[in-house]
């Protein structure tokens, strides 16, 4: 019951019992009703103020009621800050309107002051609230797309860090590019054929690391190309390599199989599709960034491109490992499987040898520490690389004809004999010999063949151990 004109505080007649007197607040009817035992014509004190009434009770509090009282406020403005702020807006929305309209509201302000208060106050609340809201419930930020293969600051060993970009999950054999250049290393087979890989070290060249100002992966030709021909892309010629029991989608496509992770020494399950194909994934021994610090910026297009698809230097591991290699160099990263570092490391070898990539002087240290242990660990040879020519052996010299008996009485002029002419040295296989399949090899007279000899091709060698047709 009010109006624009309501009247000033005071005892007036309960407009719901006519027979009783009742205290106006100025604003609404209050609880309070006039004793019955005033006198008449007196004036009768206002009733009790109710927040006088409240505060007596507050003061009563003792110190640790108000602790644990400011304790559970706290507790319940960091953790509800979102139903606070959203309760403080209420209520300042509401104590403006109380103070705008000048009239009673839900919440029954006694006073403008009281409304203005507990705007100042509300606000302070929401703004608090608002602030905690945002720290304690962030709004999930959007996902950064995924970068190329980059190289990222030196470490304290010189040693480059690129963060490694996911192998593509969706390379079919009919979007596989072919390449169109020529396959090329720096080195022929001299470099690894029948030599250790501790030797090998020893013959590559130490200096310290390039800048790795101009690289990109472009710099290295299309990603997984089929730089073999075979008509498959270098991904599903290395998964289905490494995999055990690879089951294909037609002629190349691998879709899944088992990986013995060569990293970690465990099994990892690959199945092609969106969430799963990641757990495999492949990896350059010796990683692209490395590379490129170490001589590749000075290599050819194609040789760049040979590079990054030999299979000597690519490997299906799993993606734990793959992440935390990160494409580092032997000083700042070894396969945890320790009775793989030795084959690792010599394959890291064998690739420098092949290409005419130097190395860090820690690099270096690391790579002898491994194969110090493993002395007779044997290389591997890139299946482009040149063969190496070797001379033909001299002919042997003529022998000298035994003199002949003289006659007697009679001197016969001596014939010397001819000497017979060396032996013609077998044919060389031409060096760009092709066999379809083996039995072309063997009809050929060819088979075995192993890699770096003419005519070999991982599909001729289907158990990959580098001898085909065998």
């Known amino acids: 019951m009010t109006s624009p004109t309501s009247p ?24 309070h009703l006039m004793p019955a035992s005033v006198p008449p014509g007196s004036s009768p004190t206002p009733p009790p103020h109710a927040d006088g009434e409240k505060a007596s009770w507050l003061r ?35 104590a403006i309107v109380a103070v705008s309209r000048k009239t009673p509201t839900w919440l029954r302000f006694r006073s403008n002051g009281i409304a203005a208060a507990a705007i100042a106050a509300s606000a302070v609340v929401f703004v608090v609230a608002g602030m905690l809201s945002g720290v304690i419930y962030p709004s999930p930020k959007t996902p950064v797309a995924a970068q190329s293969e980059q190289p990222a600051s030196r470490a304290a060993v010189a040693s480059p860090t690129p963060t490694p970009s996911p192998t593509p999950d969706d390379v079919d ?76 989608s037609g002629s190349c496509k691998v879709t899944s199989g088992q990986l013995a992770d060569p ?31 170490s001589g590749a910026q000075h290599l050819s297009a194609d040789q760049r491109a040979t590079f990054a698809n030999d299979a000597i230097n690519v490997l299906a591991v799993g993606s734990d490992a793959y992440g935390a290699k990160n494409g580092r160099d032997a000083s700042a990263w070894l396969p945890a499987n320790a009775g793989y570092q030795c084959a690792y490391v010599a394959r890291q070898v064998s690739v420098k040898a092949m290409y005419g990539l130097s190395v860090t002087q820690n690099e270096r240290d690391a790579m002898a520490r491994v194969l110090d242990g ?95 047709c065998e």
């Open 173 to 248: 054999v009919a979007a596989a590019a072919s390449f169109t250049g020529t396959t090329a290393t720096v080195a022929d087979t001299a470099a690894t054929d029948g030599r250790s890989a501790r030797a090998i070290l020893d013959t590559l060249t130490v200096r310290a690391a390039a800048s790795d100002s101009g690289f990109s992966r472009a710099q290295f030709g299309q990603s997984w190309l089929d730089v073999d021909r075979n008509g498959c892309d270098t991904r599903n010629d290395t998964l289905g390599r490494d995999l055990k029991n690879p089951v294909r």
């Open 374 to 468: 493993c002395a007779d660990q044997g290389s591997v040879t890139s299946q482009y690389a040149l063969k190496a020519v070797v001379p033909p052996p001299a002919a042997p010299a003529p022998a000298e004809p035994a003199p002949a008996d003289p006659a007697p009485f009679v001197e016969a002029p001596v014939q010397e004999a001819e000497p017979e002419a060396p032996a013609e040295p077998a044919p060389a296989p031409p060096a760009n010999a092709y066999y379809a399949n083996c039995k072309e090899a063997r009809a050929a007279g060819a088979a075995p063949i192993r890699v770096g000899e003419p005519g070999y091709s991982r599909k001729l060698d289907r158990d990959g151990d580098g001898i085909a």
């Open 263 to 293: 990293y970690t020494g465990t099994t990892v399950a690959f199945t092609r599709g969106p969430g799963t194909s990641k757990l495999v994934q492949i990896d350059h021994v010796v990683s692209l960034s490395n590379a490129w610090q």
């Open 8 to 31: 000033p505080p005071g005892w007036f007649t309960d407009p719901e019992d006519p027979t009783r007197t009742r205290w106006w607040d100025g604003a609404q009817w209050t609880e």
């Open 60 to 94: 009563r509090l003792p110190k640790w009621a108000w602790i644990v009282g400011g304790l559970v406020a706290v507790v319940i403005l960091v953790f509800l800050a979102p139903l606070v702020a959203l309760f403080a807006l209420v209520v300042l929305i509401t």
